[in-house]
């Protein structure tokens, strides 16, 4: 039986896959469609500490600061010490301002197929999406994965091992 995570990762496979294979053929190998925030963000607000850039992409601290340094290998971006020895600024390079016309042109034509996609679902993926996340940030997973252990074997056993499957 296939696990919820197993699935996430499947989706995700699907849809970034097609889009990082459009870049590869575009002259981008190695530019990954999770970077399009992060250039969007940098055009619009120029440079900034990867602390600010993860809080205006809307991920951790850790996540932007991975996706960066994946970033600086692919030579979209350069980092500079900051005021305060610990912080660095993430700047744009070059080779990400030429690359801009087509990061844009494929954020818009993937904004459409989001939107076909969803057309097709009983229910539109994004709007699942951003309920899950609504969810979770009301009451964290962890949380609700500590009070389904808490049940114990018998309660798994009633609820016919659902919880066991989710895993």
Do not use: N
């Amino acid at each position: 039986m296939t696990g919820l995570g197993t699935l996430l990762r499947h989706v995700h496979e699907l849809m970034d896959g097609a889009v990082a294979e459009i870049y590869a053929e575009h002259g981008l190998p190695g530019y990954r469609p999770r970077f399009s925030p992060y250039v969007r963000t940098l055009v619009a607000e120029g440079p900034m500490a990867i602390r600010d850039l993860a809080s205006a992409v809307g991920v951790t601290h850790s996540a932007a600061s991975q996706t960066v340094v994946q970033m600086r290998r692919c030579e979209l971006v350069t980092l500079e010490k900051g005021a305060d020895a610990r912080q660095r600024i993430v700047h744009l390079t070059e080779r990400a301002r030429a690359a801009l016309p087509l990061i844009e042109a494929e954020w818009a034509a993937t904004e459409r197929a989001v939107g076909e996609l969803d057309g097709e679902l009983p229910v539109p993926l994004t709007e699942v999406l951003r309920a899950t996340v609504a969810a979770l940030e009301r009451r964290p997973f962890r949380a609700r994965v500590e009070a389904a252990r808490a049940l114990g074997p018998a309660a798994r056993a009633e609820a016919g091992g659902a919880l066991d499957s989710r895993a």
